[in-house]
């Protein structure tokens, strides 16, 4: 039944490729034409150390991703640790004592609780003072009424969009929603300070949340925009004034965007955001496979192999923790780093449940090179991002799940 169901799906799934093959060509010359219109050259791949003066492809990088996103400014830098610190970053540089911060799409990825304050954690921003409200989306769409409510009644300082889905069984924002509810928002009050939390939605769509009226949008740099080969960082890009508030945050005050040394980083975030419209191309074609698949064998998935996609993020819902456990498992034997390992459902920093995670990659934590992990929580969902080659990822999954077969 499987191979019948594989052999099928080249014809099934070819008008959603060529869709993403579309975008790709699309963002491709977006990217392109950053490079050629900021003039990077072979120089620009020199490094600094120490404080990181005078470092002119570290400043490049950030006119090119400022390009890219059709912003004011950027702040790219290794120095961030990953999504989580960039957007840790933005909220401490952006709010004050008695600030409040609106989330508009729910409860925030796991991550974030204690940056935020829900399990008290002294250094969290509610430590300071400033305050936290959320407003849950209805049927995976904006609760426009309760937004425009919130917004007349109170003085709302930043509102925070989480695009991506995280451990959530919500669906992913898709750039069209985002836009109307902005519209909104700006109808309201022009003042609040609207931020997006852009994490594995980077080159899915053709535009991206500046485009349609966010002030800042942030990201990690080993997920789409690294292209499976910058090593570590993060970027935030939008106005001028809060990037470099948040330059300020990140280095410290009276220096902002100047210092900051690139170590030896310059390089490999050029090339990894070059080759990043193709990659990320191969992950959305690795999920549509994936979800075909599955759908095929009668499991649900969201999206659907023929769904809308605003982020490269795939649900595979279980329903039980042991095929939840056996098929992240397949994932990981058929890696290409550490497929001896046997992964077992452990605790890790910043998650309350224990999380079963496949991520044989070159890069810790890189989740664009096909990486599977999930919560052990009903209803047991896997959620599987990447796939730097859609050959390799047609390939593993297929191992994965004739592994998750052989368990039955």
Known sequence: ?????????????????????????YNSEKVLNAFTTNNISETDFNTTTGYGYNDIGRDKIEKVFASIFKAESALVRCQFISGTHAI????????????????????????????????NNPSSLKSYNIKYKEIDLINNDFNYNKIEEELKKNKIKLIEIQRSKGYSTRESI??????????????????????VD???????????????????????LIKNLGGAI????????????????????????????EVGPSLNQNRYILEGLYFSPMIVANAL???????????????????????????????????NERDLIEYVRGIQSNSKIDSSAIIEP????????KIIMASGSFTEGSSIELSCD?????????????GVSYKYGKIIVNRAIKHLLSKK
Do not use: H, W
Request: aromatic share 8%.
């Open 1 to 25: 039944m499987l191979e019948e169901i594989i052999k099928n799906s080249r014809s099934e799934i070819e008008e959603e490729l060529q869709k993403i093959d579309e975008i790709e060509e």
């Open 88 to 119: 840790s970053t933005a909220l401490f540089a952006l709010l004050r004592p008695e600030d409040t911060m609106l989330s508009i799409s729910g409860k925030p990825y796991d991550t974030l609780d204690s940056v935020i304050g829900f399990n």
């Open 174 to 195: 898709s750039i069209e929603k985002l836009e109307k509810v902005i519209k909104l928002i700006r109808s309201i009050d022009k003042e609040v300070i609207i931020m």
């Open 198 to 220: 852009n994490c594995y939605c980077e080159l899915v769509s053709t535009k991206e949340p500046i485009e349609v009226g966010a002030d800042i949008a942030v990201g990690s």
């Open 230 to 257: 910058t090593s570590n960082g993060g970027y935030i890009v939008g106005k001028k004034e809060l990037i470099n508030l948040c330059a300020e945050r990140l280095n410290v005050p009276g220096q902002g965007l």
């Open 285 to 319: 074609k690795t999920s549509v496979y994936t979800a075909y698949i599955f759908e095929k064998l009668g499991y649900k998935v969201s999206p659907k192999y023929n769904e809308e996609r605003v982020d490269i993020v795939q649900n595979i819902i279980f329903n």
């Open 346 to 353: 452990s605790e890790m920093p910043g998650y309350d449940d």
């Open 374 to 386: 999930g919560p052990l929580r009903s209803p047991y969902i896997a959620y599987q991002q990447g």
